[in-house]
């Protein structure tokens, strides 16, 4: 017993998290015979998680050449250091394909005040530094050859930042384009059922982190744990969950870390 928990442990501590793999779906959206491949990355957590992993999963991401990449926040965890080398990082994917970004719960504000960033200024600067685009409570319309959308962006649920009203009332954006939002936290959704979207991106869960047989995902950080991971169909609407490339306290069980390969149809 003494050596599974041993083994167990060892896994969790020192392979699992650094065992990314690649996923890969595809998603009806009616583009009218486009295809777009979108990259979705979330959850990066450096410090714990050191660059160097981080590299790993974008540079693999970069590999299958995504016409636009999406990152759904958590860039940070707690007092960092390493900017300048962080945004030369980012760089790499900004300047692979339009890269969009929105902001987590840890990436400063309300909730993160307590671990030394009382407002994103530190991750805002990290993003323009990199040619990251980040869309606060904000949208823009997405065209290449292979398809167009309009592509949103929400502020962080925890955070208090969120602003839907604004952003996915308004009738100026293309009402013939699928709309796909960005937003931390799966559980937005709830707030959003009054507006018009057709694909949500969201991370923040880390799939659970620990998937326990015969229990499930207790720790997720959401209160609607039936949407963890994965893509799921909400009435006429899709809500994508990527297990995220990083994770707090480097530990995972039965849930490896993603990249997350979309074909948008």
């Known amino acids: 017993m003494l050596a599974g928990m041993l083994g167990t442990g ?119 530094k990199s040619g990251v685009r980040m869309l606060h409570n904000d949208a823009t319309r997405f065209e290449n050859a292979n398809g167009k959308i309009t592509l949103a962006g929400l502020g962080d649920l925890w955070a208090g930042e969120m602003e839907p009203e604004p952003l996915l009332a308004s009738r100026k954006r293309d009402r013939d384009l699928p709309l796909v939002l960005m937003s931390h936290n799966p559980d937005t959704k709830d707030e959003l059922r009054s507006f018009e979207w057709d694909l949500m991106l969201s991370g923040h869960t880390h799939g659970g982190q620990l998937l326990l047989p015969m229990v499930g995902t207790p720790f997720a950080p959401v209160l609607d744990k039936r949407y963890v991971r994965d893509l799921h169909r909400i009435g006429d609407r899709w809500l994508y969950i990527t297990a995220g490339v990083g994770c707090l306290h480097t530990a995972r069980f039965n849930c490896r870390p993603e990249i997350s390969l979309l074909t948008l149809v």
Not at 69 to 82: P, R, S, V
Not at 107 to 123: I, L, M, N, P
Request: proline share 5%; hydrophobic share 45%; net charge neutral.
């Open 10 to 128: 060892g896994w969790m501590r020192f392979v699992e998290p650094w065992w990314f793999k690649t996923t890969r779906r595809e998603i009806p959206l009616g583009l009218g015979g486009g295809r777009l491949k979108l990259l979705h990355l979330s959850d990066f957590h450096a410090d714990p998680m050191p660059l160097d992993h981080l590299a790993k999963c974008i540079r693999a991401g970069i590999a299958e050449k995504p016409d636009l990449i999406c990152l759904t926040g958590d860039f940070i965890t707690w007092k960092y250091e390493q900017w300048d080398a962080y945004a030369a990082l980012l760089g790499e994917a900004a300047m692979a394909a339009p890269t969009f970004a929105v902001l987590g719960n840890h990436d400063g504000g309300r909730w993160a005040r307590w671990s030394g960033y009382a407002d994103t200024t530190a991750v805002r600067a990290l993003l323009e």
